[in-house]
C-alpha cells in the first residue's frame, strides 16, 4: 500500500500541535510540525479563547506541510468537549468563545435543576455526567444573561466543528463533541429538542449531525490559495479529544477498561449501549459518544491537575519530574490520604494549602514539603481509581481484563504501578499520542485505508512498544484502600 499522509489537529486547553501521522504496509509514524500555546483571554469579566489565533496556528502548520511538499489526504481536528461558537446569519463568527472555565455558570446548574428541568429529567434524556460548564448550562447562563451573541446567533458550532467550517464553509455537528454537551439523547443520538428548548434552541441551529470519518468538505479557495495546499479533504474524526483518544486503545479485545490520564483522569470502558440508571446517576457516570455507534462510559477523575497546581507553587523541588518523584517514592506510603475529587481541590488559590487543610480536617498527618505531598497525590490518585473502577466492574457486562493507560499520563511509571497495585489488574501503559493517533486513525478509516475499530487498534498496537506493569503487594493496598474509604465517605 503506498505511504498515506494524514494531517492531525490536536488541540487540548493549555496547548495545541499539528501533527503528520503516515500508514504504511500495517504501520502507523507521526511527526510533529507545530506547537503552540492556547491561551485564554481574559476581558470585560470573562474568559474567552480565541479560535482566530488557533485557526490561524492551524494554517500555519498546512503551510509547513505544503511547503515539505507533504501529499496530505485529508485533514481532521479534535479539541476539548462543551464549548462553542456563534454564527450570524451572514456565516461570520459573532464573538470568540466563552470558556469553559468562565465564571458566569457558577450556581447556574442548580438554578436550572430548581426554575427549568430538574436533574433526575436532564440525567434520564443525556445520561451525562453533572458539571457546571456542560454547554446546557452555559446557554442557560448566556440566555438568562442577555448575551447578545447567542441572541443573534443562526447556527451554534462546536469549536471542532468551527474550526472544520472556517477551513470549509460547511457546517456539521459531530457526534461525539455533540455528546459532552449534555444536550444529546444518546439512545437516537441527536439533539434532544425538550433540552434545547429550555434554552431558546432548536435543532437547525445546529449543522446536521456527522459521525466519526465522515467528510466534512474540501478546503475553501481562500485556505488554499493562503496555505499552498489543493483541495483536500477535511474529515470530521472524534472531535472530542476523548473520544478520539479512547478510539487509539491499542486492545485486542473487548474486555479492556481504559483511564485517558493527563490533567483530568477519564476512567471507562466501552459499551454498545448507553448505561443510564439509579446507580449510574448516582454515581455521576457520564455516556459520552463513542466511534462506531459505541458509547464511552466514564467517569471524570480530578487527574494530575492536582499535581500542576503544586508545581507551580514549590519552590524547593526539583525541576525535573522523575527527580521530584523519585524523592516522593522515599516518604512512608499512605500518611496522607485525600478524596482528588473534592470540591475543595477544583481550584483553589493554594493546592498545597487545600490539600493540608483536608489532611488536617481529616485527622491526618499534615503533609509537608513537595516530596510528602507528591506522595499523597500518587497514593490517593491510584486509591480512587480502584474505587471508580470496582464501580466500573458493577456496572461491566463483561469481565474487565485489563487496564490500559493512554496519554501523557502514561509516562508516569511511580503511579502506573500504583494503577495496578491498586485495582489488582494488568495495566498496559500507552499511548502517549493517544488522541492524535485516533485522530489520525479515523482519517485513515475515512479514506478507507484501514477498517474498522479493531483493524486500527492492531495496527497502533503493532506500531508502538506498550510497558506492562503486574499488581504488587495485595494486602498493602487492601489495608490503604479500607483507609481511604474511612475517609472519603
Known amino acids: 500500500m503506498d505511504k498515506q499522509f494524514f494531517f492531525a489537529v490536536d488541540l487540548g486547553a493549555t496547548s495545541?500541535?499539528?501533527?503528520?501521522?503516515?500508514?504504511?504496509?500495517?504501520?502507523?509514524?507521526?511527526?510533529?510540525?507545530?506547537?503552540?500555546?492556547?491561551?485564554?483571554?481574559?476581558?470585560?469579566?470573562?474568559?474567552?479563547?480565541?479560535?482566530?489565533?488557533?485557526?490561524?496556528?492551524?494554517?500555519?502548520?498546512?503551510?509547513?506541510?505544503?511547503?515539505?511538499q507533504l501529499p496530505i489526504t485529508s485533514i481532521g481536528i479534535d479539541t476539548w468537549g462543551v464549548d462553542f461558537v456563534c454564527i450570524g446569519a451572514d456565516g461570520a463568527i459573532l464573538r470568540n468563545p466563552l470558556a469553559y472555565r468562565d465564571p458566569h455558570t457558577m450556581g447556574v446548574m442548580e438554578e436550572y435543576f430548581n426554575n427549568v428541568i430538574d436533574s433526575k429529567t436532564v440525567y434520564d434524556i443525556t445520561g451525562i455526567q453533572f458539571m457546571n460548564f456542560n454547554s446546557l448550562f452555559q446557554l442557560y447562563a448566556m440566555r438568562r444573561n442577555g448575551d447578545s451573541?447567542?441572541?443573534?446567533?443562526?447556527?451554534?458550532?462546536?469549536?471542532?466543528?468551527?474550526?472544520?467550517?472556517?477551513?470549509?464553509?460547511?457546517?456539521?455537528?459531530?457526534?461525539?463533541?455533540?455528546?459532552?454537551?449534555?444536550?444529546?439523547?444518546?439512545?437516537?443520538?441527536?439533539?434532544?429538542?425538550?433540552?434545547?428548548?429550555?434554552?431558546?434552541?432548536?435543532?437547525?441551529?445546529?449543522?446536521?449531525?456527522?459521525?466519526?470519518?465522515?467528510v466534512i468538505g474540501t478546503l475553501t479557495d481562500e485556505v488554499q490559495a493562503i496555505t499552498g495546499m489543493g483541495p483536500v479533504p477535511v474529515i470530521a474524526v472524534a472531535g472530542h479529544d476523548t473520544g478520539s483518544a479512547v478510539a487509539a486503545v491499542p486492545a485486542r479485545d473487548a474486555h479492556f477498561a481504559y483511564l485517558s490520564s493527563g490533567t483530568w483522569s477519564l476512567m471507562g470502558i466501552e459499551t454498545q449501549d448507553a448505561v443510564i440508571n439509579e446507580r449510574s446517576f448516582e454515581r455521576n457516570f457520564t455516556n459520552e459518544g463513542g466511534v462506531e455507534g459505541t458509547t464511552r462510559f466514564l467517569k471524570n477523575i480530578c487527574g494530575m491537575w492536582l499535581y500542576e497546581r503544586c508545581r507551580k507553587e514549590w519552590t524547593d523541588a526539583p525541576k525535573s519530574h522523575a527527580e521530584l518523584q523519585a524523592e516522593a517514592m522515599k516518604v512512608t506510603p499512605f500518611q496522607s490520604i485525600i478524596n482528588p475529587?473534592?470540591?475543595?481541590?477544583?481550584?483553589?488559590?493554594?493546592?498545597?494549602?487545600?490539600?493540608?487543610?483536608?489532611?488536617?480536617?481529616?485527622?491526618?498527618?499534615?503533609?509537608?514539603?513537595?516530596?510528602?505531598?507528591?506522595?499523597?497525590?500518587?497514593?490517593?490518585?491510584?486509591?480512587?481509581?480502584?474505587?471508580?473502577?470496582?464501580?466500573?466492574?458493577?456496572?461491566?457486562?463483561?469481565?474487565?481484563?485489563?487496564?490500559?493507560?493512554?496519554?501523557?499520563?502514561?509516562?508516569?511509571?511511580?503511579?502506573?504501578?500504583?494503577?495496578?497495585?491498586?485495582?489488582?489488574?494488568?495495566?498496559?501503559?500507552?499511548?502517549?499520542?493517544?488522541?492524535?493517533?485516533?485522530?489520525?486513525?479515523?482519517?485513515?478509516?475515512?479514506c478507507g485505508a484501514v477498517g474498522d475499530i479493531w483493524e486500527m487498534r492492531r495496527i497502533i498496537a503493532d506500531s508502538i512498544k506498550l510497558k506492562r506493569f503486574v499488581p504488587q503487594d495485595k494486602e498493602i493496598w487492601d489495608k490503604a484502600y479500607e483507609k481511604y474509604l474511612e475517609i472519603v465517605l
Open 16 to 68: 495545541g500541535r499539528t501533527i503528520v501521522g503516515t500508514i504504511s504496509s500495517g504501520t502507523l509514524e507521526m511527526e510533529e510540525l507545530t506547537r503552540f500555546d492556547n491561551n485564554l483571554i481574559q476581558t470585560g469579566g470573562h474568559f474567552y479563547w480565541d479560535i482566530f489565533a488557533l485557526y490561524h496556528e492551524v494554517i500555519k502548520g498546512l503551510r509547513v506541510a505544503a511547503q515539505r
Open 149 to 214: 451573541a447567542l441572541k443573534n446567533a443562526e447556527k451554534i458550532l462546536f469549536v471542532p466543528d468551527c474550526l472544520s467550517y472556517m477551513l470549509t464553509g460547511k457546517m456539521v455537528c459531530e457526534y461525539t463533541i455533540a455528546s459532552t454537551s449534555q444536550m444529546l439523547d444518546p439512545r437516537t443520538k441527536e439533539l434532544d429538542a425538550q433540552l434545547l428548548g429550555s434554552v431558546g434552541l432548536s435543532v437547525d441551529k445546529f449543522g446536521s449531525m456527522v459521525a466519526p470519518s465522515t
Open 341 to 446: 475529587d473534592d470540591a475543595a481541590f477544583a481550584n483553589p488559590a493554594s493546592m498545597v494549602t487545600a490539600i493540608q487543610d483536608y489532611c488536617r480536617k481529616t485527622g491526618q498527618h499534615v503533609p509537608e514539603g513537595y516530596a510528602e505531598i507528591c506522595r499523597c497525590i500518587f497514593d490517593s490518585l491510584a486509591l480512587r481509581y480502584r474505587q471508580v473502577f470496582g464501580w466500573l466492574r458493577d456496572f461491566a457486562d463483561f469481565p474487565i481484563e485489563t487496564l490500559h493507560i493512554i496519554g501523557g499520563g502514561s509516562l508516569n511509571e511511580y503511579l502506573d504501578q500504583f494503577t495496578a497495585n491498586a485495582t489488582g489488574v494488568e495495566v498496559l501503559a500507552g499511548p502517549q499520542e493517544g488522541t492524535a493517533i485516533g485522530n489520525i486513525m479515523l482519517q485513515a478509516k475515512a
